[in-house]
């Protein structure tokens, strides 16, 4: 399956700048579907960017942050070429993670 | 990892066990088990997912169960917000700072059901500045929060919301 996760890292050899578009429903758990149903809550809780070896950002979401949630971050260093690993797991326990090199 | 995750884990069980799926929960369990340990990179005192915070109503309490501390005001957090949110379920907001020793950053909606949006950690070389997008219910305050230097400074906006986020 394809990655939920889509990265884009780009170094300006001072900083990294980071963003990355994730797939996931995050439903809240306060929206009810067509039926009047309750649609249960399924958000992700942890999403974690590395770089060499260190987390350099650190997301802990609750179910308010917009569906297929989209964050921009930028951290000193990096250099192009290098990986740069972002993962996450959500309140379910489901997790994915992706490996992006910077440009 | 397993530690923190299996905490975790037991309390998902509580918080689900009404949806009745408590079997998926278990299978996934077993898979987040794979995932990264963000302790052994990152070791702040508060490094781990802050359950409590997000199921605070209010953003006085949320910031409370978050840093145990209240914030002050300060022109020196910037917060960009649209005055008018068309879309409540889709509100981009960034925040950045001057401050200086940022540790984290946090976004709270005063009229959400949970107040707590996300709180983002910021360790040393990370620049102290987010963009993300948020979920409102109504029209609100939407509340900055930005730890620097083991304090607490915050910057307030109103967002006006034409369609809300949480009504489906």
Same mark, same amino acid.
């Given at each position: 399956m394809a990655s939920t996760i889509r990265v884009r890292a780009t170094s300006n050899g001072d900083t990294t700048e980071v963003q990355a578009l994730i797939q996931h429903?995050?439903? +809240?758990?306060?929206v009810k579907d067509a039926k009047g149903d309750i649609i249960p809550a399924h958000f992700i809780q942890e999403l974690t960017f590395e770089y060499d070896g260190k987390a350099v950002f650190v997301a802990d979401w609750g179910?308010?942050? +917009?569906?297929?949630p989209y964050v921009k971050f930028a951290f000193k260093g990096g250099k192009k070429g290098d990986d740069l690993k972002v993962s996450w797991v959500d309140n379910k326990g489901a997790t994915d993670t992706t490996t992006a090199k910077i440009q | 990892m397993s530690i923190t995750h299996n905490g975790f884990s037991a309390q998902r069980r509580l918080v689900l066990k009404g949806a009745g799926t408590v079997a998926l929960i278990g299978l996934g369990a077993g898979l987040g088990v794979i995932a990264f340990d963000p302790r052994q990179a990152f070791a702040a /005192? &508060?490094?781990?997912?802050p359950e409590e915070a997000f199921k605070q109503k209010n953003e006085a309490d949320a910031i409370k169960a978050l840093y145990g501390k209240t914030a002050e005001p300060s022109d020196k957090v910037k917060m960009d917000a649209p005055?008018? /949110?068309? &879309?409540?379920a889709v509100v981009p907001i960034s925040v950045t700072t001057?401050?200086?020793?940022?540790?984290s950053i946090s976004f709270l909606v005063?009229?959400?059901?949970? /107040?707590?949006?996300a709180s983002y950690k910021i360790p /040393?070389?990370?620049?102290?500045s987010v963009a993300n997008r948020i979920k409102m219910a109504k029209t609100s305050n939407v509340i900055v929060v930005v730890e620097a230097g083991g304090k607490l400074y915050s910057a307030t906006k109103e967002v006006k919301v034409t369609v809300g986020g949480c009504g489906g």
């Amino acid at each position: 399956m394809a990655s939920t996760i889509r990265v884009r890292a780009t170094s300006n050899g001072d900083t990294t700048e980071v963003q990355a578009l994730i797939q996931h429903p995050m439903d +809240s758990g306060f929206v009810k579907d067509a039926k009047g149903d309750i649609i249960p809550a399924h958000f992700i809780q942890e999403l974690t960017f590395e770089y060499d070896g260190k987390a350099v950002f650190v997301a802990d979401w609750g179910g308010g942050v +917009s569906k297929d949630p989209y964050v921009k971050f930028a951290f000193k260093g990096g250099k192009k070429g290098d990986d740069l690993k972002v993962s996450w797991v959500d309140n379910k326990g489901a997790t994915d993670t992706t490996t992006a090199k910077i440009q | 990892m397993s530690i923190t995750h299996n905490g975790f884990s037991a309390q998902r069980r509580l918080v689900l066990k009404g949806a009745g799926t408590v079997a998926l929960i278990g299978l996934g369990a077993g898979l987040g088990v794979i995932a990264f340990d963000p302790r052994q990179a990152f070791a702040a /005192a &508060n490094d781990k997912y802050p359950e409590e915070a997000f199921k605070q109503k209010n953003e006085a309490d949320a910031i409370k169960a978050l840093y145990g501390k209240t914030a002050e005001p300060s022109d020196k957090v910037k917060m960009d917000a649209p005055e008018i /949110a068309e &879309n409540g379920a889709v509100v981009p907001i960034s925040v950045t700072t001057t401050l200086e020793d940022v540790t984290s950053i946090s976004f709270l909606v005063s009229e959400n059901p949970n /107040a707590l949006v996300a709180s983002y950690k910021i360790p /040393a070389g990370t620049v102290p500045s987010v963009a993300n997008r948020i979920k409102m219910a109504k029209t609100s305050n939407v509340i900055v929060v930005v730890e620097a230097g083991g304090k607490l400074y915050s910057a307030t906006k109103e967002v006006k919301v034409t369609v809300g986020g949480c009504g489906g």
